[in-house]
């Protein structure tokens, strides 16, 4: 097993920096639609119906879609502020990738042997303890990315870079605030769990149709592969639509000098104030960013430890 994470260590870093950069601007665009900062444009409703028969205007608000918020950061603050994070994204992604692949291979050796090897509480369980692992290590990181994404500064303004930014973190919050966020972190193994039970079903079922040879063993062809490749992407797909909301309040959880505490308090104030629609902000980019990154991810790691299992 070692084996193979050193193989899979080799092809992760060189596939996980290639899409960082490339979907950055979408992850800052995600960031900035689940910001309370969002800048929300007022309309006014007319409401009839009323005793005497005339219409009541209300005011309200409406979100600003995903390509008026690009519009905004390109006029205002310039094409580079889409990379905002970018530093902290390169040095995160490789390691945490290792250890979340290396924490749910351990998890699932040991959940084999308290549960029936392989089942759906086997795959669950792993995912969670492997999650569980990789944000409480990773934190630091994501936090410092998030506030250098949410900072806005117009065009010629100097920027923070990633250790500027730690540095302020560490002045103005001291070690804690490198850990604000982390509970909806947590919650957020859900999401995790729920890709990982969908997509080991959906891979015992392509397993099932898969060719035998004549020696009776199992042979993996390219359609194979892509087979599991989409099973990744509809299992990444379900499971940020059902577990979303945790993004939204991890984000606000993380803005500087919030009224965001706690996890459930800043729940209920979003509800409250904005209604339940705003825990949904920014879904369009996440799911365009990580269900092609997820399915290359797992596909990916699947091809290697065939590859690695055939060298044997």
């Not at 410092?144 to 994404?149: A, G, L, P």
């Not at 639509?241 to 309040?249: L, S």
Request: glycine letters at 10%; a positive charge; one cysteine or more.
């Amino acid at each position: 097993m070692l084996v193979i994470f050193r193989g899979s260590a080799l092809l992760h870093p060189c596939s996980g920096t290639v899409g960082a950069i490339v979907t950055c601007p979408l992850e800052v665009l995600k960031t900035r639609l689940q910001s309370s900062g969002l800048a929300l444009r007022p309309i006014y409703q007319v409401q009839l119906g009323t005793l005497n028969g005339t219409g009541v205007i209300r005011p309200g608000t409406v979100t600003p879609g995903l390509l008026q918020v690009l519009r905004s950061i390109l006029e205002k603050e310039g094409p580079r502020s889409l990379f905002r994070g970018l530093g902290p994204n390169l040095v995160g992604v490789a390691p945490s990738r290792a250890i979340y692949f290396a924490a749910y291979s351990k998890s699932k050796e040991m959940f084999n042997g308290l549960f029936v090897p392989n089942s759906g509480v086997v795959h669950m369980s792993s995912a969670g303890a492997a999650a569980f692992v990789t944000n409480s290590l990773m934190n630091p990181i994501w936090m410092v990315k998030t506030r250098m994404q949410l900072e806005k500064k117009s065009k010629g303004e100097k920027k923070m870079n990633a250790l500027q930014c730690a540095r302020y973190v560490y002045k103005t919050e001291g070690i804690r605030g490198f850990y604000r966020g982390l509970t909806a972190s947590y919650a957020g193994i859900s999401e995790t769990m729920i890709c990982f039970v969908i997509y080991e079903t959906l891979k015992k079922h392509l397993a099932k149709s898969q060719f035998t040879s004549r020696n009776g063993e199992k042979e993996k062809g390219a359609s194979d592969f892509l087979g599991l490749m989409m099973a990744a992407a509809f299992s990444k797909g379900c499971a940020s639509c059902i577990a979303y909301p945790h993004e939204v309040i991890r984000t606000r959880l993380r803005e500087e000098g919030s009224k965001y505490k706690y996890f459930f308090q800043t729940g209920r104030l979003i509800a409250v104030e904005e209604g339940y629609a705003a825990f949904y902000r920014g879904l369009i980019p996440q799911l365009i960013r990580q269900i092609p990154n997820t399915a290359i991810v797992l596909s990916t790691y699947e091809l290697i430890i065939h590859l690695l299992g055939e060298s044997k």
